[in-house]
């Protein structure tokens, strides 16, 4: 079966013949492929075409696909059984992990999804605090709790619906907004409202409005006004958790939350998510204390033995810094590509993530990454698809790398971002 004939069958049965917006390239036009298998760092569509892969499942693939180590530990864990609906041994393993790995993380949650790990976290900032508002930023994307679907970034912004109907208005009333890297912007709103807050989140670094890092001083600035207002700081690792360092973005800022949001790698591509933060504030959480917050499939055995197999993997001295070399190397070679055509272009980059913008300037706000050319972005991906390089379809995307990513992989994609950018110049 066709990519073409699987998105037809697809599009009569699904909202947009997908299970998550994104996917359906209705931004950048044209229609998605259907992944049959993934290796390494490529995925093959159903026509056998290969694709070199810059999304990794939007995040959880930073060991690449189908690694040895995370599928064997799966096989293993699945003789034993699928769901146990009990305690297993490997859901403590996981908490000792991520305590030794996120020192501001005492205790944690397992959930099985980002989304399920923010919806709680605010709930808990709220239950902690005895106050109702919460504090997002625009573009900023937190999941589709009703609660963050208020200038939301990702597929909301991609898809024009930051503010999404279905949400009530007394939900959304709760939720401030600020411009992301404004820091007197924020002190301005605590000035006013600063005893209603219940908690801040924030991604570390944005990467849902494509990627862009936190200015200096910024998250340190955030840090001292929750601290001096009585409002939690909530860091939402779920992208970029284990992979800007090690220690998430809290490391690699020095800057530590009271509660941060977990998701994509600790699951090793199986569906999982996690809160936790300081001791006392997790031990308001059910059954410990009153705030409730349960899941029929949290800790589940085979997901947490895919999380446990990878975070080991991760844990290979020198690992985070190789990702980041070869995620500059990639940068600096496509800023180069386009400064070679005369293409207006910049990059950002942390760790193993990054974002292209077709923008001459270096992106630093909302303001800024929504200006750049998506109708430029628009083509350049299709050129490079047509070359086998998949890059996240959409220009409010995040891209990442993975250590299966090669010079050669790099090179190749370079050489395709040539003509890509010739093509999308026009
Ligand atoms: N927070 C952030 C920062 C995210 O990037 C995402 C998903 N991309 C989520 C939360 C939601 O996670 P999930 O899609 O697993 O619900």
Same mark, same amino acid.
């Not at 060991?63 to 146990?84: I, M, Q, T, W, Y």
């Not at 083509?379 to 409010?396: C, D, E, N, Q, W």
């Given at each position: 079966?066709?990519?073409?004939?699987?998105? =037809?069958?697809?599009?009569?049965?699904?909202?947009?013949?997908?299970?998550?917006?994104?996917?359906?390239? #209705?931004?950048?036009?044209?229609?998605?492929?259907?992944?049959?298998?993934?290796?390494?760092?490529?995925?093959?569509?159903?026509?056998?075409?290969?694709?070199?892969?810059?999304?990794?499942?939007?995040?959880?693939?930073?060991?690449?696909?189908?690694?040895?180590?995370?599928?064997?530990?799966?096989?293993?864990?699945? #003789?034993?059984?699928?769901?146990?609906?009990?305690?297993?041994?490997?859901?403590?393993?996981?908490?000792?992990?991520?305590?030794?790995?996120?020192?501001?993380?005492?205790?944690?949650?397992?959930?099985?999804?980002?989304?399920?790990?923010?919806?709680?976290?605010?709930?808990?900032?709220?239950?902690?605090?005895?106050?109702?508002?919460?504090?997002?930023?625009?573009?900023?994307?937190?999941?589709?709790? &009703?609660?963050?679907?208020?200038?939301?970034?990702?597929?909301?912004?991609?898809?024009?619906?930051?503010?999404?109907?279905?949400?009530?208005?007394?939900?959304?009333?709760?939720?401030?907004?600020?411009?992301?890297?404004?820091?007197?912007?924020?002190?301005?709103?605590?000035?006013?409202?600063?005893?209603?807050?219940?908690?801040?989140?924030?991604?570390?670094? @944005?990467?849902?409005?494509?990627?862009?890092?936190?200015?200096?001083?910024?998250? *340190?600035?955030?840090?001292?006004?929750?601290?001096?207002?009585?409002?939690?700081?909530?860091?939402?690792?779920?992208?970029?958790?284990?992979?800007?360092?090690?220690?998430?973005? =809290?490391?690699?800022?020095?800057?530590?939350? &009271?509660?941060?949001?977990?998701? #994509?790698?600790?699951?090793?591509?199986?569906?999982?998510?996690?809160?936790?933060?300081?001791?006392?504030?997790?031990? *308001?959480?059910?059954?410990?204390?009153?705030?409730? *917050?349960?899941?029929?499939?949290?800790?589940?055995?085979?997901?947490?033995?895919?999380?446990?197999?990878?975070?080991?993997?991760? *844990?290979?001295?020198?690992?985070?810094?190789?990702? @980041?070399?070869? !995620?500059?190397?990639?940068?600096?070679?496509?800023?180069?590509?386009? &400064?070679?055509?005369?293409?207006?272009?910049?990059?950002?980059?942390?760790?193993?993530?990054?974002?292209?913008?077709?923008?001459?300037?270096?992106?630093?706000?909302?303001?800024?990454?929504? @200006?750049?050319?998506?109708?430029? $972005?628009?083509?350049? $991906?299709?050129?490079?698809?047509?070359?086998?390089?998949?890059?996240?379809?959409? @220009?409010?995307?995040?891209?990442?790398?993975?250590?299966?990513?090669? &010079?050669?992989?790099?090179?190749? !994609?370079?050489?395709?971002?040539?003509?890509?950018?010739?093509?999308?110049?026009?």
């Amino acid at each position: 079966m066709s990519n073409h004939e699987l998105f =037809q069958r697809a599009q009569k049965l699904m909202p947009g013949g997908v299970n998550s917006p994104v996917r359906a390239f #209705k931004s950048v036009g044209g229609e998605p492929f259907f992944t049959a298998r993934a290796d390494g760092a490529c995925l093959w569509d159903v026509e056998g075409t290969r694709y070199i892969d810059y999304v990794g499942s939007w995040g959880p693939m930073i060991v690449g696909h189908n690694h040895p180590a995370v599928c064997e530990a799966v096989e293993r864990a699945v #003789k034993d059984g699928l769901s146990f609906g009990t305690p297993c041994p490997a859901e403590v393993t996981m908490a000792e992990t991520i305590t030794r790995l996120i020192p501001s993380v005492e205790m944690v949650r397992m959930v099985n999804s980002g989304t399920e790990a923010t919806m709680s976290a605010i709930r808990l900032a709220r239950g902690a605090t005895g106050r109702s508002k919460i504090v997002k930023f625009e573009g900023c994307y937190h999941g589709h709790g &009703d609660s963050f679907l208020v200038k939301a970034g990702s597929g909301a912004l991609t898809f024009g619906v930051p503010t999404s109907p279905g949400v009530p208005k007394a939900n959304a009333d709760l939720t401030l907004t600020l411009p992301y890297n404004d820091l007197d912007a924020a002190k301005a709103l605590f000035a006013e409202q600063g005893n209603e807050i219940a908690g801040l989140i924030i991604e570390p670094v @944005a990467g849902n409005m494509n990627c862009i890092p936190p200015v200096d001083g910024y998250l *340190q600035g955030l840090r001292e006004l929750c601290t001096r207002h009585g409002a939690l700081l909530i860091f939402d690792e779920v992208m970029t958790g284990f992979r800007v360092a090690l220690g998430g973005a =809290q490391a690699h800022y020095g800057v530590a939350p &009271d509660l941060t949001t977990f998701g #994509k790698i600790i699951g090793g591509g199986m569906p999982v998510g996690a809160y936790g933060g300081r001791r006392e504030l997790m031990e *308001q959480i059910a059954p410990a204390g009153p705030i409730y *917050q349960a899941g029929t499939l949290s800790g589940n055995p085979v997901a947490m033995a895919a999380g446990l197999a990878m975070l080991e993997l991760i *844990q290979a001295p020198g690992f985070h810094e190789r990702l @980041a070399a070869r !995620t500059r190397l990639l940068c600096d070679g496509l800023q180069s590509v386009a &400064d070679g055509e005369g293409v207006a272009f910049s990059t950002n980059r942390v760790g193993g993530m990054f974002g292209l913008f077709f923008s001459a300037e270096e992106v630093r706000s909302y303001a800024q990454a929504t @200006a750049a050319d998506t109708a430029l $972005f628009n083509r350049f $991906f299709h050129g490079m698809l047509k070359r086998g390089v998949y890059l996240a379809p959409s @220009a409010f995307e995040a891209g990442f790398l993975s250590s299966a990513h090669t &010079d050669q992989h790099i090179a190749d !994609t370079l050489e395709a971002a040539r003509g890509a950018l010739r093509d999308a110049r026009g």
